[in-house]
């Protein structure tokens, strides 16, 4: 009997991918092949792209990557970080939320980034990392990191915040270096703000004017194409904002935050999403929690929210401090403690039904950090 011999063969055409042998052709719709592949994680997407020049463009076009962020978009993810001092390591690892008393963990995430970068929200799946003058962006769906330019400054302190344009569709680095003198146990400074865009012809930082005297004090938090972060004011010191930096237009706005409000030093205060709105939080010990939302961006007015979790020492303890690290895609609240127990875990809070429930998180290296809202992107760097 003559054995049937099936040959894989490549077929350099716009719209499919042929499998032929000499008696039977069955040709798959690239469509099909594209939407095949946006279901598959990130990470060995990378490895498909070695298989064949077919493969590879494919999966580097951009409109597979905007389909595929388009579904990661509506399901988004916890990105955890992980310490692993002895090999000077941070893991990243993504949990799906599965519901109010599990996580599904992505078995396929695993990535790893040297330990002595630090880091900064991710944005739309990417993240920026520095150590110094050095910068690099850093995936944690696909483990690529690209080193940029190393930024030009004689100055010590710098500090770094990526945001996203969706109007141009492109990343922007913003970048701050600052002369940092303690008065009055409150930084002096005097900033240079300097921007990458990624992907531009031009591979170099550009300095951009801020009229803002300012020192950041919070992570940053990009929506809507606005990067927004706490920060100290350095004509007043008694004086706390909220900086927003315009991801488009590159221009620089304040908003005053209403009297008595101060944002506290060692990450005490945050600024996080509450309902798609912007919050500025402080660290809560015995699940009482105060928010001051932005409910107006123009106006500048700012609304104050008052939180009390059920059963807190219950089901945390007497001796954590918590930050609460706002609303998820569910709506519930997310609180993780400042120095993670082993092993770790985290809280929900369901506003609406008064109801709280504990997670732990077992995975053998503690905690460092949590971001909420985190998309997988098969971006190539």
Known sequence: MKKSKITVKRVWKKDTIAKNDEENSVSIPLDLIREILTRLPPKPLVKLISISKLWYSTIRKKDFTDLFLARSLIRPCFLFTFSYAAANRFFFNSFFYKS???????????????????????????????????????????????????????????????????????????????????????????????????????????????????????LGLCKDGVVYYGAWSDSDRNESLVVCFDVGSEQFRCLKLPNDVEIQTNHRSEVVNYHKKIA??????????????????????????????????????????????????????????????????????????????????????????????????????
């Open 100 to 218: 109010p008393s599990s996580l599904h963990r992505n078995t396929t995430s695993y990535t790893t980034l040297d330990q002595d970068y630090t880091i900064s929200s991710p944005v739309r799946g990417l993240m920026s990392c520095q150590n110094g003058s050095k910068v690099v962006i850093f995936n944690p769906s696909t483990g690529q990191v690209l080193a940029l330019p190393k930024v030009k400054t004689r100055r010590k302190s710098v500090l770094s915040f990526l945001g996203y344009d969706p109007v141009e569709d492109v990343y922007k680095v913003l970048c701050m270096t600052m002369i940092q003198v303690l008065y009055q146990h409150r930084p002096f400074v005097w900033g240079e703000h300097q921007v990458f865009t990624l992907g531009a012809e031009t591979k170099e930082w550009r300095r951009v004017d801020c009229h803002i005297p300012h020192f950041p004090a919070t």
């Open 280 to 381: 500025l939080v402080e660290q809560t010990y015995g699940g009482v929690v105060d928010l001051w939302v932005l409910d107006d961006v123009e106006k500048k007015e700012w609304s104050k929210k008052y939180l009390v979790v059920p059963s807190w020492n219950d089901l945390v303890g007497q001796n954590y401090y918590f930050r609460c690290r706002g609303t998820i895609s569910t709506g519930e609240f997310v609180f993780t403690p400042h120095s993670q127990p082993n092993p770790s875990f985290i809280v929900y809070y369901d506003l609406k039904k008064d109801s709280a429930t504990r997670v732990e998180i077992e995975d053998g290296f503690p905690i460092t950090n949590v971001f909420l809202d985190h998309v997988e992107n098969p971006m190539f760097l």
